[in-house]
């Protein structure tokens, strides 16, 4: 499977605090891409970096990316409990779009 | 700007059955992907049409089938129905770009459910 995985699995933090999650690919790639899903929801898109990136930010959202070990890892600040859900990470390479296992993120009020 | 719609949101039906789930795509998207979720084996990408041609394909059996018309809304079907096709079906649109360079816009799902 040419899927990334995250790390942690799962993560429990107050509100409040930041919070990291990891994702490591296998593939090269030509972008990364993170989602966010809530309980019984689609997902949703967050951010995209390319391959020739190293940082991005969009609001309390930070990704970075480094190509040379296969990884991106999503920071988001101040957490709130509303950012409570599944994060995954999305490679896209060739013309296939591979998701990550996901990071299931539990922000306590 | 509607989002993308998916019809119905939940689905009973028993082995050996089969099913067509229905994704409207956003306005303007030609490109309609679909993914089935669950708990074991995550988010599987099962494939991808733009202008009402299959341009990527995932690894799934060939009762699972696809079609997309001019208006770019797209089906999915699946035949002869297995307990292991209980998941979530999700699909996604994007205005056109292949190999994920698009952010992708997700419906809420249809929840299938194989008794």
């Known amino acids: 499977s040419q899927q990334g995985e995250e790390d942690p699995q799962a993560l429990s933090i107050q509100e409040g605090e930041n919070a990291t999650m990891n994702c490591s690919y296998k593939t090269s790639i030509n972008n990364l891409q993170w989602y966010r899903q809530n309980s019984g929801r689609g997902l949703v898109h967050l951010i995209l970096?390319?391959?020739?990136?190293r940082e991005k930010h969009s609001g309390r959202l930070r990704v970075t990316l480094d190509t040379s070990k296969k990884s991106s890892s999503l920071l988001i600040t101040a957490s709130r409990a509303a950012d409570t859900a599944s994060y995954f990470c999305?490679?896209?390479?060739?013309?296939?779009?591979?998701f990550g296992t996901g990071t299931s993120l539990t922000v306590i009020p | 700007k509607a989002g993308v719609t998916q019809t119905p949101r939940y689905l009973i039906k028993t082995r050996g059955q089969q099913v067509t789930l229905s994704c409207s795509p956003i306005s303007g998207h030609r490109s309609v992907s679909w993914y089935q979720q669950t708990p074991g084996q995550g988010l599987q990408f099962l494939f991808e049409?733009?202008?009402?041609?299959?341009?990527n394909k995932g690894n799934f059996p060939g009762r699972f089938s696809g079609r997309q018309f001019s208006n770019s809304r797209s089906e999915m079907n699946v035949s002869t129905l297995e307990l292991g096709d209980s998941a979530l079906y999700l699909c996604a649109s994007s205005v056109g770009g292949g190999g994920g360079n698009q952010p992708q816009h997700f419906g809420d799902g249809t929840r299938l459910s194989i008794l």
């Open positions: 049409y733009f202008s009402e041609t299959q341009r």
């Open positions: 970096i390319r391959s020739n990136e």
């Open positions: 999305a490679t896209g390479a060739g013309n296939q779009f591979y």
